[in-house]
């Protein structure tokens, strides 16, 4: 079912439904440091800098509905890092397990590798074998982890790096 989404630029009317996707995963889960909701007007906000910077937030929708996004922001601040980003994906709960992500994520690289990137960092927070068999599968290598930097859910979490050079292979 997951090849027969959509794959598009996210527009502003798709916040609310992007925002939802997102809360969940800040209520349910530690794949987000964030601990409350993100209001839709602040992730408005959100995918409108990321865009303005020329660079993708991509959306799967499914019979008229976004299940899932991606996007890659800017890794750092200083000019040197300009060709290297940081990617994210979320999707709903009745999109996993179907292909979508790898789908998704695999369109937000291609865009990368067309706008010249160069190097792809996904922050994994760990444990989280979907995430780290969803980042291998598509090329990305682990390159470290930082121990115990997020509290959550009454406890510490680690975070592992990954890496994708756009220069060296296609995507998976």
Same mark, same amino acid.
């Given at each position: *079912?997951?090849? %027969?989404? !959509?794959?598009?630029? &996210? ?8 925002? #939802?996707?997102?809360?969940? @995963?800040? /209520? ?10 993100? &209001?839709? %007007? $602040? *992730?408005?906000? /959100? ?21 899932? +996004? &991606? ?8 000019? #040197?890092? !300009? ?8 999707? !709903?709960?009745?999109?996993?397990? /179907? ?10 690289? %291609?865009?990368? /590798?067309?706008?010249?990137? @160069? ?9 989280? !074998?979907?995430?780290? #068999?969803? @980042? $291998? ?23 592992? +790096? ?11």
């Amino acid at each position: *079912m997951g090849a %027969e989404a !959509a794959i598009r630029d &996210a527009v502003d009317g798709d916040a609310t439904i992007i925002a #939802a996707i997102y809360n969940a @995963h800040v /209520r349910d889960t530690i794949v987000t440091f964030e601990l409350e909701d993100v &209001a839709a %007007e $602040e *992730m408005a906000r /959100r995918i409108a800098q990321v865009q303005s910077l020329g660079l993708p937030w991509l959306v799967a929708q499914e019979d008229g509905v976004v299940i899932g +996004y &991606a996007y890659a922001g800017r890794w750092k601040a200083r000019a #040197a890092y !300009a060709r290297t980003v940081e990617s994210s994906i979320y999707l !709903a709960d009745a999109a996993c397990g /179907r292909g979508l992500g790898k789908r998704l994520y695999a369109v937000l690289i %291609e865009r990368l /590798r067309a706008l010249g990137i @160069h190097a792809v960092i996904g922050g994994v927070s760990l444990p989280n !074998a979907v995430s780290v #068999a969803l @980042h $291998e599968g598509l090329g990305f290598t682990p390159v470290g982890a930082f121990r115990e930097v997020g509290w959550k859910f009454g406890r510490w979490i680690d975070v592992g +790096y990954w890496q994708l050079r756009l220069d060296d292979a296609a995507v998976a």
